[in-house]
């Protein structure tokens, strides 16, 4: 009889499945758009999640036009500020920075973070810069936890956000507008329209290979267990091979969700605020947003939001009717 052949089992993607690096989610990559110029990110607070019910805006859906039940994630999006200005040149190794201007009055609290020189001569860094050939022009933000309640911590996260669209003059006259002021997530996206969402998912700790990997379970009259891997490989190469499903880390692992619909920009967190508030979480202060479906992570997890790099979906030239959001006790669910 012929050899039995299958696929393996269980998927490779994103390996090696090790913890991340950093807790703040790290883009490399930014689309280019045409209408600006505009800060192309954001970041906010993961609060949880509850449903709505709104009116369905796919034409070729079933249920078009009709109230349907969807479940939505709360993210808590107070006001981001401008540190620093950062340029890029082009070099025969990619994009290089030319150079950062930062701004004159920067949080207190940012110096936890990073050290932050008293005696800085804005004009002298602008020297340095002139006359060099700029290819990029992209902003260091910082959050400010602050001003919410849900997460216990006042040192800000620091990220790098591009300007986009628009021609190179009126990308650098829009950034210096923004130095050292506070941004809004409506200067980024509103309602309706689509983005990428990148956050470091929940950890689950070390893990066998049935739950990590997915496998099979081994025969009931296996002589020892039931949840180990049926093979490690073949006698050649004597080594084990890294395709092998084995134990370890599973989760906080950083992931992208690309093309995620904003289904309200909200200001007053009051409006949408559970009875009890959202469980390990509490009140949502500030402005919010609500993402249909849901996004990477846990409660109080940073969560990063970009242009779609890979837009696809129903472009939407107003907001999605939204009829009503669920403001029942989540203490329960």
């Known amino acids: 009889m012929p050899n039995k052949?299958?696929?393996?089992?269980?998927?490779?993607?994103?390996?090696?499945?090790?913890?991340?690096?950093?807790?703040?989610?790290?883009?490399?990559?930014?689309?280019?758009?045409s209408e600006g110029p505009k800060v192309q990110g954001f970041a906010g607070y993961k609060a949880g999640m509850t449903h709505a019910?709104?009116?369905?805006?796919?034409?070729?859906?079933?249920t078009a036009g009709q109230e349907i039940r969807i479940p939505v994630t709360v993210v808590e999006v107070p006001p981001m500020k401008v540190a620093a200005i950062r340029l890029y040149e082009t070099t025969r190794y990619g994009?290089?920075?030319?150079?950062?201007?930062?701004?004159?009055?920067?949080?207190?609290?940012?110096?936890?973070?990073?050290?932050?020189p008293k005696n800085y001569e804005q004009d002298k860094a602008w020297e340095k810069v002139k006359g060099v050939d700029i290819e990029d022009i992209r902003i260091l933000a910082y959050t400010q936890p602050k001003m919410i309640s849900g997460v216990p911590k006042k040192?800000?996260?620091?990220?790098?956000?591009?300007?986009?669209?628009?021609?190179?003059?009126?990308?650098?006259?829009?950034?210096?507008?923004?130095?050292?002021?506070?941004?809004?997530?409506n200067d980024f996206a509103h309602e309706g329209s689509l983005i990428d969402v990148s956050a470091v998912t929940k950890g689950k700790g070390f893990q066998g290979a049935v739950k990590r990997w997915g496998?099979?379970?081994?025969?009931?009259?296996?002589?020892?267990?039931?949840?180990?891997?049926?093979?490690?490989?073949?006698?050649?190469p004597g080594y084990v091979r890294n395709t092998a499903p084995q134990s370890g880390q599973m989760g906080y692992h950083q992931r992208t969700e690309v093309n995620k619909r904003i289904i309200k920009v909200g200001a007053k967190g009051e409006e949408i605020n559970p009875k009890g508030g959202f469980v390990h979480y509490g009140d949502v202060r500030?402005?919010?947003?609500?993402?249909?479906?849901?996004?990477?992570?846990?409660?109080?997890?940073l969560i990063r939001l970009r242009d779609p790099i890979r837009k696809?979906?129903?472009?939407?030239?107003?907001?999605?009717?939204?009829?009503?959001?669920?403001?029942?006790?989540?203490?329960?669910?």
Do not use: C
Not at 5 to 32: F, L
Not at 215 to 236: A, D, E, I, Q
Not at 312 to 333: C, F, M, N, R
């Open 5 to 33: 052949r299958r696929p393996r089992q269980g998927s490779m993607a994103y390996s090696p499945r090790k913890r991340a690096s950093r807790q703040t989610p790290k883009i490399d990559h930014w689309p280019e758009i």
């Open 53 to 62: 019910m709104m009116v369905d805006y796919r034409k070729q859906s079933t």
């Open 95 to 116: 994009l290089k920075t030319a150079g950062e201007i930062w701004a004159a009055s920067i949080d207190e609290m940012l110096a936890r973070r990073l050290p932050i």
């Open 155 to 185: 040192v800000p996260e620091l990220m790098e956000l591009r300007i986009g669209g628009g021609t190179m003059d009126k990308r650098m006259e829009y950034a210096k507008g923004i130095l050292g002021k506070d941004i809004t997530f």
């Open 215 to 236: 496998l099979k379970l081994l025969s009931h009259k296996n002589s020892k267990h039931r949840r180990m891997v049926g093979t490690l490989g073949p006698k050649r």
């Open 286 to 301: 500030t402005s919010y947003v609500l993402i249909h479906g849901s996004v990477p992570g846990t409660t109080k997890r």
């Open 312 to 333: 696809y979906g129903i472009e939407l030239k107003e907001a999605p009717t939204l009829v009503y959001v669920s403001v029942e006790s989540k203490q329960g669910a």
